[in-house]
T-cell receptor
């Protein structure tokens, strides 16, 4: 079983829509959680860390459910510029190995 | 620009040749990571350095792969006797040595083995 699993999509949504991505992880000892964004043929860039209490950054909300071992990302009022691949990342041993999901592809349509 | 840099950005080689990639992390970052990414997949962890010490190696890192970080600053990743299956994007990332610290990625080296 993979350490991190994501629905690869693609998700095609109209501008202004709300879209949610989920990601599940297999190791209950996982300690740190992140969402990264990757544009086509570019390197991944941190979108937001995910904290136990959940956190929000503008139109983006991330939540962690340790009991069910999943994290989520909610994007409100989608913009064309949100089109990218969103990668779920889990760190099990602090500072050591980071496990990336396969990514979820989002296209926001005018 | 004080971000992570990688060199070269692209490399085309013939099967059986050796290749070496370089990564220069952000200067105050003592953690350095190498990943491999193929089309449609997320980055896969290869190895991790804390300063000059290589602390973790993935089972993906066969004996044809070797990485060094001799002075705890830049790092090199060498692939010997390249195979077509080595074709991928090789990404380097660095971070500070703190809990939940963000990794910053370089632009990657895209390798094509013919």
């Amino acid at each position: 079983r993979k350490e991190v699993e994501q629905d690869p999509g693609p998700f095609n949504v109209p501008e202004g829509a709300t879209v949610a991505f989920n990601c599940t992880y297999s190791n209950s000892a996982s300690q740190s959680f992140f969402w990264y964004r990757q544009d086509c043929r570019k390197e991944p860039k941190l979108l937001m860390s995910v904290y136990s209490s959940g956190n929000e950054d503008g139109r983006f909300t991330a939540q962690l459910n340790r009991a069910s071992q999943y994290i989520s990302l909610l994007i409100r009022d989608s913009k064309l510029s949100d089109s990218a691949t969103y990668l779920c990342v889990v760190n099990i041993n602090t500072g050591n190995q980071f496990y990336f999901g396969t990514g979820t592809s989002l296209t926001v349509i005018p | 620009d004080t971000g992570v840099s990688q060199d070269p950005r692209h490399k085309i080689t013939k099967r059986g040749q050796n290749v070496t990639f370089r990564c220069d992390p952000i200067s105050e970052h003592n953690r350095l990571y190498w990943y491999r990414q193929t089309l449609g997949q997320g980055p896969e962890f290869l190895t991790y350095f804390q300063n000059e010490a290589q602390l973790e190696k993935s089972r993906l890192l066969s004996d044809r792969f070797s990485a060094e970080r001799p002075k705890g600053s830049f790092s090199t990743l060498e692939i010997q006797r390249t195979e077509q299956g080595d074709s991928a994007m090789y990404l380097c990332a660095s971070s500070r040595d703190r809990l939940q610290e963000t990794q910053y990625f370089g632009p990657g080296t895209r390798l094509l083995v013919l």
